[in-house]
């Protein structure tokens, strides 16, 4: 099943040591900013908005 | 016999500490250096053979082999008698139940908490008394380090890397106790485990830092009511897992104070259960989303929020020594649940 993962920039070791560890360290993945807890949603929106085309790219390559 | 890579370095604590920390294999504090002779001389505390693979560590997934498990052991400073329990350790740490791989790199304060019961106790000189979560013994200091080195080394737990920890838990470094059971009233925690009494039994559950409970008084009903207002807290992650196995920590006089209200340990499970609940509304709504996830039908029982769903869920033990009124109560703080089983040789 095509799959993109995404997680924020402070995640992104754990990141890729989870991917590595389950022997698919070229899952494809999105960085997005951090933190996103307190960002208000327009932000979170904006900021997936700018990264789409990685996302779509992670899904269909 | 070995087949662990051996690098050309001194033998000294210095220079290996040093060359460890670099590389992200301590947990800050100097260790002893894992020579050849030092992990066959630890391996002499185990019939297990060095290749044996007790699983993937979680989450990079390293092997822990007791080969590795052993090179731990010494960094930590073990010695040979310990190992067993240390190996018994990650038996329970890699059962399904016990969900490791969201311990691991979590962001909330959680580590594995080892409690033994048993004559193995005395026989590697494990402190079940006074200061028995305190520094001062080797067991209690070496066993818990050594679980914590592993988990770092085998399956990938750097603090701040993997480890996501958001501020941290002393008890990281190292939590295990030994049961008071020559103090306690009751029948050990094994035995409420499903063991014989007398067996050599380990039990590792993950937890949060402990909350202290002091009451100094001799009378049942003040130290049931203080526990029963020092359980109860919103942010307490057990509160939001309603299958949590929480550690309550009880101090052999408290225990034996308790006993004269005709308590024992299941109509205590049940008294503390029923009466630590929080209301239905107490929960901020991202902590109550968070208690919803594990299924609506959970979310309340009896219209309110218990500390446990099941008072079975409650991890009583007995242990410290009797100079004051102070127990504990360390909360649950993930999804997995208490794993015990008898300490392999």
């Known amino acids: 099943m095509p799959t993109v993962t995404l997680f924020t920039e402070a995640f992104a070791g754990l990141a890729v040591a989870v991917a590595t560890g389950a022997g698919a360290a070229e899952l494809p993945r999105v960085v997005l900013p951090h933190p996103l807890n307190d960002r208000p949603e327009p932000d979170i929106r904006a900021a997936l908005r700018e990264r789409a085309a990685a996302i779509v790219e992670g899904l269909t390559c | 016999m070995l087949t662990s890579t051996v690098e050309d370095l001194p033998d000294d604590v210095e220079a290996v500490s040093a060359w460890l920390h670099e590389r992200g294999h301590t947990d800050g504090l100097p260790v002893v250096p894992p020579t050849r002779e030092r992990v066959l001389r630890m391996l002499e505390g185990t019939t297990r053979d060095p290749a044996t693979d007790l699983g993937a560590v979680p989450p990079t997934n390293g092997a822990a082999t007791v080969e590795k498990l052993a090179i731990n052991a010494v960094m930590a400073g073990c010695r040979p008698e310990y190992l067993p329990v240390v190996l018994t350790a990650f038996d329970l740490l890699l059962q399904p139940g016990f969900q490791l791989a969201g311990m691991q790199p979590t962001t909330n304060p959680l580590t594995p908490m080892l409690i033994v019961n048993g004559p193995v106790r005395h026989r590697v000189g494990l402190n079940c008394s006074t200061g028995v979560m305190g520094p001062g013994w080797q067991a209690n200091a070496t066993i818990g380090r050594a679980v914590r080195l592993a988990l770092i080394n085998l399956g990938g737990a750097r603090p701040g890397e993997v480890d996501k920890c958001t501020q941290g838990f002393v008890g990281k470094y190292t939590l295990c106790v030994g049961e008071n059971e020559e103090d306690s009233p009751w029948a050990p925690l094994s035995a409420d ?41 919103v942010g307490t992650p057990n509160v939001v897992d309603p299958h949590a196995t929480p550690v309550l920590a009880l101090n052999p006089l408290h225990a034996r104070i308790l006993t004269d209200g005709g308590f024992d340990k299941a109509a205590l499970r049940e008294h503390l259960v029923a009466n630590t609940t929080l209301p239905a509304d107490a929960l901020s709504e991202r902590r109550a989303h968070l208690r919803r996830e594990e299924g609506e039908e959970d979310y309340l029982v009896d219209g309110r929020i218990p500390i446990v769903n099941d008072a079975d869920s409650l991890q009583l033990v007995v242990t410290g020594g009797m100079g004051g009124g102070h127990s504990c109560f360390l909360p649950a703080g993930h999804y997995g649940q208490a794993q015990s089983a008898i300490v392999d040789i």
Do not use: M, Y
């Open chain 2, 193 to 233: 485990r499903g063991f014989e009494r007398g067996q050599d039994v380990l039990t590792v559950v993950g937890v949060n830092s402990a909350i202290n409970i002091h009451d100094s008084s001799g009378d049942w009903n003040d130290v049931v009511k203080t526990f029963c207002g020092s359980l109860p807290s």
